[in-house]
């Protein structure tokens, strides 16, 4: 699914080269349900950003389902964001004054394919995190929880083989934390594929597979004891 | 099928703008208004230019049209003193005759004599301007009957005592009574009112042409007047692209039949309509070229306003551009939907400007005593040079929204 190869990338901060990844190379399956580990600064979230396709890397190769996407153009890998990659952010980014079915319904707008069936396929994305009957709601009438709901049904109208979550749990307590939890392990037993960064253990430990990233480099690579979702609605 | 895509895309697009312009109401509203008030009173502007150039028509129209007026000159001073006879006394009818006769351009000539005159009814006067011309001159200067007659060639050549009355004199003198077939004096000599002047209004000098009592030339001259010679010779060109060679023409017939030599002034002055029309065109393209000045600044000022706010919008919603382009949209896409969002709002207020400047001039020109042309086509043109203008403008910001890095759009 994802083939990263001697990945780095470095970026200025004012007068100084701040390098972010020094060399990072893994492999992710299919259906894996992967936690990306580190402190702040450690070059988590520019990984993320690489794997996206929001950010490139320096030097190494990056395939995604087989296809190198290191030097991809504006196009392709709009495309690839579009069709084979979910977001879901820290700050649920949701557009206000919209409602939670449109929010969801935002990545057809820039499909290829038609999607005359979208508002059908937005409810059935609201359906996979229980959030139907909050469809005409806007986000700030939502809960934190209900909102990143919205975002995971949002990542996943388009059905991407990829889902990357940047600290999903990082603005929630810990009720609504452990349902988005949930909900992601859920989709990983469905067989999508989830990268989840985080610098929270407990969350990390959700996760198959946990790798860890010190100052820009891998530093373990472990598989965690399986641990089934939580009954739905427990959340 | 790419492209269709692309088509329906851009449809939901629009859409998608809509929504975000109609999520600021205020800020939108703000945004278009300046477009909107240049828009509209630039449509203003023109119906009151286009209102003033018909009311100058229907003027020239009502005095005659293709028209040349030969006037006798002044008489020149003797040893500083003016003369008692204050015109040149040369000028005949037979004169007119000759310029019909000699100018293929001229259709018609007619003499006539005018002066101030005291008319007297029932005790009521009034003091009006006589003219006294042919029958040729009625139809050169336009002049119809409203109600009763005008006089006929063979009254005219009887000398006959009739008379017609301007609307004005009408007013003056007969309040409620029906002037045709009455008596009136003027100065001391009884003439009979066979009829009323159609109206005809100011004639462009802003002189009231309804005031005034119209006889035969040959009865002005002969039992009011007593003097041999006229005051003027109305001429009508074959069409009015003539008046300029015409009045040259007129010219050397009349220093040939005069016997004007050269360097000595010539004894009389010719007025071309077509010259009066430019002066008083020249005003109104001054009134267009100041209409077109506005319509720019309009133009301007509207462009300046909508750049800002699009400046402003590309920043406050930095995140929302990071948001979708991680969620699939091109730097295409973002342009786009920038430049969508700019020309719908210049579209907006320009239509706007538009349906608010064709309302005021439409109510305007119903409602007050102004001339005014609804001006459609220049309503259609402010409408499309806002949609253009915001297609142009809305270049810049869409394209510094479209520069966005992703990752650092959503960090914003």
């Not at chain 1, 299919?30 to 996206?52: C, D, H, P, Y």
């Not at chain 2, 204050?86 to 000539?109: K, Q, W």
């Not at chain 2, 005021?360 to 409602?367: E, H, K, S, Y």
Request: hydrophobic fraction near 45%; charged fraction near 20%.
């Amino acid at each position: 699914m994802i083939e990263a190869e001697g990945l780095t990338r470095s970026y200025r901060k004012g007068a100084v080269v701040v390098e972010a990844l020094k060399g990072v190379t893994f492999g992710i399956r299919q259906g894996e349900f992967v936690a990306i580990m580190g402190r702040s600064g450690s070059g988590k979230s520019t990984l993320l950003n690489i794997l996206g396709l929001l950010d490139r890397p320096d030097r190494g190769r990056y395939r995604l389902q087989g296809v190198d996407l290191s030097c991809a153009g504006d196009d392709e890998a709009s495309a690839a964001r579009n069709r084979t990659i979910g977001f879901v952010f820290q700050q649920f980014h949701l557009l206000e004054r919209v409602s939670a079915l449109r929010n969801v319904m935002l990545p057809l707008l820039y499909s290829e394919e038609d999607a005359d069936d979208g508002a059908a396929r937005a409810e059935r994305a609201l359906q996979t995190v229980e959030l139907s009957h909050r469809a005409q709601h806007v986000p700030s009438e939502l809960s934190g929880g209900e909102q990143q709901r919205v975002a995971i049904a949002r990542a996943l109208i388009n059905e991407p083989a990829l889902i990357l979550a940047d600290e999903p749990t990082g603005n929630l307590d810990a009720q609504s934390s452990a349902g988005i939890l949930d909900i992601l392990r859920r989709l990983a037993e469905a067989g999508r594929t989830i990268v989840l960064v985080t610098h929270d253990r407990e969350v990390a430990a959700r996760a198959d597979r946990l790798l860890v990233l010190e100052d820009g480099r891998i530093t373990a690579d472990d598989t965690l004891p399986s641990n089934p979702p939580r009954p739905a609605g427990v959340a | 099928m790419r492209r269709q895509g692309r088509r329906r895309h851009l449809a939901r697009g629009l859409l998608l703008s809509l929504q975000m312009l109609a999520a600021h109401p205020l800020r939108t509203a703000l945004s278009v208004s300046g477009l909107l008030i240049g828009v509209a009173a630039v449509i203003v502007m023109v119906a009151l230019s286009e209102g003033a150039e018909r009311r100058l028509l229907q003027r020239m129209q009502a005095m005659g049209t293709n028209l040349l007026v030969v006037n006798a000159a002044p008489a020149p001073r003797v040893a500083g003193r003016p003369r008692q006879v204050p015109i040149v006394t040369t000028l005949r009818a037979a004169d007119a005759a000759a310029i019909v006769d000699e100018i293929t351009l001229a259709r018609a000539a007619a003499p006539a004599v005018s002066r101030s005159v005291v008319v007297h009814w029932e005790g009521l006067n009034t003091t009006t301007t006589l003219l006294g011309t042919t029958t040729g001159g009625l139809r050169i200067r336009n002049i119809g009957a409203r109600s009763g007659r005008l006089f006929d060639d063979h009254e005219a050549d009887a000398q006959a005592r009739v008379v017609v009355l301007g609307r004005t004199v009408v007013r003056a003198l007969f309040a409620g009574v029906d002037p045709v077939g009455r008596f009136i004096r003027i100065g001391q000599v009884p003439f009979e009112v066979v009829g009323v002047a159609r109206p005809l209004g100011t004639d462009p000098g802003g002189a009231d042409m309804d005031d005034r009592v119209v006889i035969p030339l040959a009865t002005a001259m002969r039992r009011v007047l007593n003097v041999p010679y006229i005051h003027s010779i109305f001429v009508q060109a074959r069409s009015s692209a003539d008046l300029g060679e015409l009045e040259r023409q007129v010219h050397e017939t009349l220093r040939r039949r005069l016997d004007v030599r050269a360097g000595t002034p010539e004894p009389f002055l010719i007025q071309n309509q077509a010259v009066l029309l430019q002066t008083e065109r020249g005003t109104a393209s001054a009134m267009n070229r100041l209409a077109a000045s506005v319509a720019m600044l309009a133009l301007v000022l509207g462009g300046i306003g909508i750049v800002a706010v699009m400046l402003i919008s590309v920043r406050e919603r930095t995140r929302e551009i990071g948001l979708r382009r991680a969620l699939g949209a091109t730097r295409r896409d973002i342009r786009l939907q920038f430049v969508l969002e700019s020309t719908i709002l210049a579209a907006g207020g320009g239509g706007a400007g538009m349906v608010g400047g064709l309302v005021v001039a439409g109510a305007a020109a119903a409602a007050g005593p102004w001339d005014l042309v609804v001006p459609w086509s220049a309503a259609c043109a402010g409408f499309a040079a806002s949609a253009f203008l915001g297609l142009a403008v809305g270049a810049v910001p869409a394209s510094r929204a479209a520069r966005l890095e992703p990752v650092e759009a959503l960090r914003a």
